[in-house]
Nanobody
Framework: QVQLAESGGGSVQPGGSLRLSCVVSGLIYSSNCVGWFRQAPGKEREGVAGTYVRGGLTYVRDSLKGRFTITQENKKKESVTVSLQMNSLKPEDTAMYHC?????????????????WGQGTLVTVSA
């Protein structure tokens, strides 16, 4: 059973940085990618970044490139930690951030066919 556990959220001032981590365990053959998604109050969920587990390829939403970076660490046969480094944070980055495991990887759109989600971690950017 695939399980995800996010951590690293919190409150930060504009211009600050946060690093979110998603520990993924129980990966199976169809767990091709891990993505980070966010949903702000009153807005639709949007993809932030993703990574292809086996190949290490990454995707970052165009509007976030240069500020957000996604990496894999502690990669093992059935587990991996996927981190999202967020720099130069803006108030509009305030949202609940979730990581998810998916079965379809796209270099243009990141991780899709999402089947397992973490509980989420809240990021608040305010002065």
């Amino acid at each position: 059973q695939v399980q995800l556990a996010e951590s690293g959220g919190g409150s930060v001032q504009p211009g600050g940085s946060l690093r979110l981590s998603c520990v993924v365990s129980g990966l199976i053959y169809s767990s091709n990618c891990v993505g980070w998604f966010r949903q702000a109050p009153g807005k639709e969920r949007e993809g932030v970044a993703g990574t292809y587990v086996r190949g290490g390829l990454t995707y970052v939403r165009d509007s976030l490139k240069g500020r957000f970076t996604i990496t894999q660490e502690n990669k093992k046969k059935e587990s991996v930690t996927v981190s999202l480094q967020m720099n130069s944070l803006k108030p509009e980055d305030t949202a609940m951030y979730h990581c998810a495991v998916g079965g379809i990887w796209s270099a243009l759109e990141g991780c899709g066919d999402l089947n397992t989600w973490g509980q989420g971690t809240l990021v608040t950017v305010s002065a």
